[in-house]
Nanobody, 124 residues
Framework: QIQLVESGGGLVQAGGSLRLSCAFS????????MGWFRQAPGNDREFVAS?????????KYADSVKGRFTISRDISKNTLYLQMNNQEPEDTGVYYC????????????????WGQGPQVTDSS
């Protein structure tokens, strides 16, 4: 059974940077496509970024974060990352990682129990 543990949230000023981590265990990490999602207060959960298991050239981003966020992975550490630069107040929310199925360019999360991911809060 796959287990995911997100970490790295916190307070960040507008224009600042933060890196989230997602520790993956239970299966061969390199065989799974992964994604990051977030949920702002009062909003539905939304897609942030995805990474096909084939590697970094397959990454995709929501328009709102394109050019500012980078999804990456370290297979040797079984860890997925989300580097968030040039933070904006609209980036505030709870962030989650999930295994995803990439269907026609859409990242469909397989996560069922979303739990409580790391909170990212604008401190400006």
């Amino acid at each position: 059974q796959i287990q995911l543990v997100e970490s790295g949230g916190g307070l960040v000023q507008a224009g600042g940077s933060l890196r989230l981590s997602c520790a993956f265990s239970g299966r061969a990490f390199s065989r799974y496509s992964m994604g990051w999602f977030r949920q702002a207060p009062g909003n539905d959960r939304e897609f942030v970024a995805s990474l096909h298991f084939s590697g970094p050239d397959s990454s995709k981003y929501a328009d709102s974060v394109k050019g500012r966020f980078t999804i990456s992975r370290d297979i040797s550490k079984n860890t997925l990352y989300l580097q968030m630069n040039n933070q904006e107040p609209e980036d505030t929310g709870v962030y989650y990682c999930s295994v995803v199925n990439l269907v026609a360019g859409t990242a469909i999360p397989s996560k069922q129990d979303w739990g409580q991911g790391p909170q990212v809060t604008d401190s400006s």
